[in-house]
């Protein structure tokens, strides 16, 4: 996650480098010509919404949940998964941010198929309550074998009671 956000802040300063280098360009073009007086001052408006609208917005872009997200939590396959591997336990680090989608590894019993290993997408919130080993209950599609765990914290913390044979 941490790649992640630092690949975003270096394409949000090579776009900031981008628009400075062709406000700068765009001056020097002018720089003696005879325009009227509004053109500055478009251009200063345009520099200051083209430079401080993506920086506002940024951190506001891994908020919003993909269509299929929220799709896949109402309409998936129910299942039971067994965290494998966590990195985004309190303990390891603290964040007080948005709520962002993470990846946590898993290990997907569906019952009517073969069991397999995926990387299942839930809030931050959500993971850091999620220890390796724990069982919990997810939503899936058979076909893409996307995982998610569904909204809420009932499916962190209802234990997940299976079934004795016999």
């Keep these: 996650m941490v790649k992640k956000m630092l690949g975003g ?3 949000l300063l090579i776009y900031e480098a981008a628009v400075m280098g062709a406000f ?3 001056v020097r073009e002018t720089n003696g010509k005879d325009l009227p007086g509004w053109v500055g001052i478009g251009m200063l408006v345009a520099l200051a ?3 401080g609208g993506p920086p ?3 951190p506001f872009l891994g908020a919003r949940a993909p269509r299929w997200f929220t799709a896949l939590q109402a309409n998936g396959s129910p299942a039971t998964a067994e965290v494998l591997a966590n990195d985004f336990l ?3 680090w603290s964040y007080d941010g948005l709520d962002l ?3 946590v590894r898993v290990r997907v019993d569906p019952g009517s198929e073969a069991a397999f ?5 839930c809030r931050l919130s959500q993971a850091k309550r999620l220890k390796p080993g724990k069982r919990v209950n997810v939503k899936y599609d058979p076909r893409t074998r996307r995982v998610v765990l569904p909204a809420g914290t009932e499916a962190v913390y209802k234990p997940v ?3 004795k044979l016999g």
């Excluded at 290993?117 to 997408?121: F, G, L, N, T, V």
């Design 90 to 92: 309190p303990g390891n």
């Design 9 to 11: 802040v270096a394409l």
């Design 49 to 51: 919404v083209l430079m």
């Design 56 to 58: 506002v917005a940024f």
């Design 161 to 163: 009671r299976r079934q």
């Design 117 to 121: 290993e995926a990387r299942m997408k």
């Design 24 to 26: 700068l360009w765009l």
């Design 101 to 103: 989608l993470v990846d």
